[in-house]
């Protein structure tokens, strides 16, 4: 059968069958040069974590066709407004134009019709894909180095992000209940599950903001492989989630949540508050299981408490209890498991990390479809910059706490002209990555142990009103007389 020749950007199809056969082949062959060299040239940064065939064109289908925005051209234009969030559509549209114009070829028009529709078609299934991949070389590990006691080590916790106020998006998110119609924003509620390791966003899942994190942590159970550790704070240690992590042979280090009653004269004693102590099964279903997967679980659980104190220099010593289903005293002793749930506090930082470094705590997108793919797009650029931080630690022997996701961040944004539209040597480009590996290695992290990190907010807001009703009827009062600063009333 005759090989169908494929449309070129740029090319009509009828000029391609008018060609000479050599003249087609160059033909084709520069314009794969083109599609391959200029879309890519951040993959001589990133190196195999994204597979280039996952972004290729399907022999049929939406993304079949040879467009001036390809499957991978509209990828790396879409990853770099996310890895700088001041980065708009037309500046990405600027980009692209950039990229053809340096080789030569015919650039898209100035408008970003075509480029927001390039992101429109970009297939879901490809990018959770893509994602899925990337987190899977982020957590594997040739040595067991970076696990605990023989496992692999899962911290999960819960946060919210806001996202434009369309119609769209408030059918499907819901505002705060506090905030007046016409004057909030739709926000999503999402459980992340983090490698405790090399900071990788493994896995999350979205919901309302009416749904409890336990319900949203019961979709993800599935997730955890057999010999993986869980460490969550007291807000996951309900029986229906335990019971169904032991069920999926997955351990758990979690803080006893608030509800249970404390009895150190029930159970088995291991040592000092160090019990042995079993939960039967509640008579009531929680609304959180159906009923036929809360009738499979166990009728009984069988748990270690700990309780353990924590004394940091300038802090009243504080008793955290803790329950666990590691239940060998001597393997596990009461003191490695109080430190190993201090180190959960590092989970708020990787959500700092990619909520305020990468600025994902408000998305940009006007439709839930669209915001779907830029959250997963947020979560492919924060593994790939941990990626990098993995490789920096790796070649110059440095440990991966040491090296600062922000100051990795801001010098790949400075350097990432250089590898966009460099020279195309092979040597060139080694020389330029192993220099920037070497300038970020020089710049690690000052280790402050047990430092403090209040959430509280030193920067004042601004002195103006606050918007209480929807923008249109909103009427300020231009008085000379009256002073324009608000009430107290007002900033309440």
Known sequence: MRQRTPFLPGISHHLCGRLKRSERDQLLERIER?????????????????????????????????RLYPVSLTFWAFLSQVLDPSSSCREAVRKVQGWYAQQGETMPESGNG???QARQRLPLKIL?????????????????????????????????????????????????????????????????IFCLRTGAL?????????????????????FFNPGDLVVADRGFSGYGQLAALQQQ??????????????????????????????WPRPYRQTSVFEAADWAALATELKLRMVAIRVTVPGFRTQQLILITTLLDPVKYPAEELGRLYLRRWA????????KQSMAMDILRCKSPEMIDKELLMHGMAYNLIRALMKDIA??????????SFKGTLDALRQWRPLFE????????????????????????????????????????????????????EMVVERSGKRSQKPSMKALI
């Open 114 to 116: 075509a480029y927001c």
């Open 347 to 354: 989970v708020e930082v990787f959500y700092r990390d990619i």
């Open 128 to 192: 959770r894909s893509a994602h899925s991949q990337l987190s899977g070389r982020l957590q594997a590990s040739p040595a067991p180095t970076g696990m605990w006691k023989g496992r692999h080590l899962r911290v999960v916790d819960g946060t919210g992000v806001s996202m434009p106020d369309t119609g769209k998006n408030r059918q499907r998110y819901s505002q705060p209940a506090g905030q007046k119609p016409g004057c909030g924003f739709p926000v999503m509620k999402l459980v992340g």
């Open 394 to 403: 790796a070649s110059h022997q440095i440990e991966i706490e040491r090296i």
């Open 34 to 66: 083109l599609r391959r060299d200029s879309l890519s040239r951040l993959c001589e940064l990133f190196g195999s974590w994204l597979p280039r065939q996952l972004f290729t064109a399907t022999p049929r289908g939406p993304n079949s066709r040879q």
């Open 249 to 278: 042979r997955v351990d758990c280090l979690m803080r006893l949540h608030p509800a249970r009653k404390v009895n150190w004269r029930k159970g088995r004693k291991l040592g000092t508050r160090d019990r042995l102590v079993c």
């Open 421 to 472: 539209g460099g020279a195309r040597g092979l040597r060139v480009s080694r020389k330029r990555i192993a220099l920037f590996y070497q300038i970020v290695a020089k710049d690690p992290l000052i280790i402050r142990p047990e430092r403090s990190e209040p959430r509280a907010v030193k920067r004042r807001p601004k002195n103006y009103r606050r918007l209480t009703k929807p923008r249109h």
């Open 202 to 222: 493994l896995h999350w899942v979205q919901g309302r903001l009416e749904a409890h994190e336990c319900r949203l942590f019961s979709r993800v159970i599935d």
